[in-house]
């Protein structure tokens, strides 16, 4: 059997993920969304960070065994709002739902609103988002 080889970086699947994300149509539209909608679009955003704060895993503990904790720590520093923003997203919906958009995260919006692609994508690739993010949640039966 072959070895699989992989040829995506940690650091280029947070490049796609943020691409992704800043294709979303947020803060400027968020009026205009039904409760669905605005539903999907944010667990796709707390889906995808949860994805980047994987792959910065991938990154930061082979960096830390060979001692490079400079290293480590300046992209700990560098994409700590990552996990700032899931965690305030998930506390945002425990204790008050998503009726609103939370406006409260808007200010680390800019982070992947600058990554914008020059293809505006055409459909929409977050529905159904929430419901998987509600079966992640669910404890898992044993």
Do not use: C
């Not at 560098?78 to 425990?94: C, F, M, Q, S, Y």
């Not at 204790?95 to 995260?105: C, D, H, I, S």
């Amino acid at each position: 059997m072959s070895r699989i080889i992989k040829t995506e970086t940690p650091a280029m699947r947070r490049r796609n993920i943020l691409k992704l994300l800043a294709s979303l149509p947020i803060i400027e539209e968020t009026d205009d969304h039904n409760q669905q909608t605005r539903n999907d679009i944010l667990a796709f955003i707390i889906l995808s960070l949860a994805e980047i704060e994987k792959t910065l895993q991938e990154s930061i503990g082979p960096w830390e065994k060979r001692g490079f904790w400079n290293k480590a720590e300046n992209l700990k520093k560098e994409w700590g709002w990552v996990v700032k923003t899931k965690n305030l997203l998930i506390h945002l919906e425990k204790t008050r739902g998503w009726e609103k958009w939370p406006f409260e995260v808007e200010e680390n919006f800019e982070h992947f609103k600058e990554k914008r692609n020059s293809h505006k994508k055409t459909d929409n690739f977050w529905e159904g988002s929430y419901q998987i993010y509600l079966n992640k949640k669910k404890p898992v039966a044993k």
